[in-house]
């Protein structure tokens, strides 16, 4: 991946952000620009130099995975080396990322004295919303795996397993296969658990007539997959069976609204109005889906009235959900890519409601 050119993208911002360099701090933004995984690093960029700085822990690690930047290490917090290195660059005007820095690291920095420290927005991550063809490459591969997972999983599936069972069988699954980690911890959720968006996986035990909720991923190279499925384990209500039916047809329509241009708002609608037609429109409580890559949650947003400009080459989800209390719930949620002509599904998982 080239990290330079990366960075030379960033620096086309420089002068509208009116500051002399950039402080780095969130880390999916220092490894997109420096290629370094560690777990403490930032970075500080400026016209000429971009200077890698991290604790003693991660020297060699640094060394291997940072080769090109000048780097230094501190101990124990970088504000007073940072404070050095900036007047020593002439850059006394240094621009932060708002939601990269505790209140506490702020106040530090602000209390030394040694440079203006001004709040930024987003501005590494909107690069990052366009995904080149290695990191196309490894959401594709993290992909695999979790449809690889899905297929063990349903396989296994049998009466009497309970949810926390399940979740292990899609996890061990994904890192048996390859992955580096899971994605976040395996969401499974077996009848009226369902209903729960973000269920907890417990020691409820699978029954006939269930239906089953699984929303998993894994990540490959520090990129994420991310996919939901809802099935069901013998005959389920036939309340459910339509709830699928339609939660399918606003996953299409979502789907088939998304080319590059429009905004994540126009989708998250296409998707919504789908639902809100068939009565169900206060059942369905969350975004309609979000950026995926080197976290499991970035942008573009596909939510209400979002104004984010889908470009070509995003990685979203698309994952409508309808939930009824106490009876259950069903999401369907594909990662696709945005494409000239429109979106393209990632899973190869069938979306169709499968009796088990
Ligand atoms: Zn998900
Ligand atoms: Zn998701």
Known sequence: M??????????????ELQVDALLITRLPN??????????????????????????????EQARREVP???????????????????????????????????????????????????????????????????????IEQAQELTDHAYDLATAKLAEGMTEKEVA?????????????????????????NAAEPHHR????????????????????????????????????PGELVEIHELVLRAQRAGVEALRPGVTGGTADKAAREVIREAGY????GHSLGHGVGLEIHEGPGLRRESTDVIPEGAVVTVEPGVYLPGRGGVRIEDMVVVETDGARPLPRSPRE???L
């Not at 777990?39 to 003693?56: G, K, R, V």
Request: hydrophobic fraction near 40%.
């Open 68 to 138: 090109d930047l000048r780097r230094e290490t501190y101990y124990p917090e970088f504000v007073a080396r940072l404070g050095e290195i900036c007047l020593e660059l002439g850059a006394p005007r240094v621009g932060f990322e708002a939601a990269g820095l505790t209140y506490k690291t702020y106040q530090k920095l602000a209390e030394a004295g040694a440079v203006e420290v001004v709040p930024m927005g987003e501005v590494v991550e909107p690069l990052r919303w366009v995904k080149d063809a290695e990191e196309l490459s490894l």
């Open 30 to 59: 220092v490894r997109y620009l420096s290629g370094f995984t560690g777990s403490n690093a930032q970075l500080l960029i400026t016209e000429t130099e971009a200077l890698f700085l991290t604790d003693p822990r991660y020297e």
């Open 353 to 355: 409601l499968v009796v």
């Open 168 to 192: 292990l069988e899609l996890e061990q699954a994904m890192r048996q296969a390859g992955a580096e980690g899971i994605a976040f911890d395996a969401i499974v959720a077996f009848g009226e």
């Open 281 to 284: 429109g206060d059942r369905f």
């Open 2 to 15: 080239d990290h330079s050119l990366r960075r030379e993208h960033l620096l086309a911002d420089l002068p």
């Open 201 to 236: 996986p417990n020691d409820r035990a699978l029954s006939p007539g269930d239906v089953v909720k699984f929303d998993f991923g894994c990540v490959v190279e520090g990129y994420h997959s991310d996919m939901t499925r809802t099935v069901a384990f013998g005959e389920p």
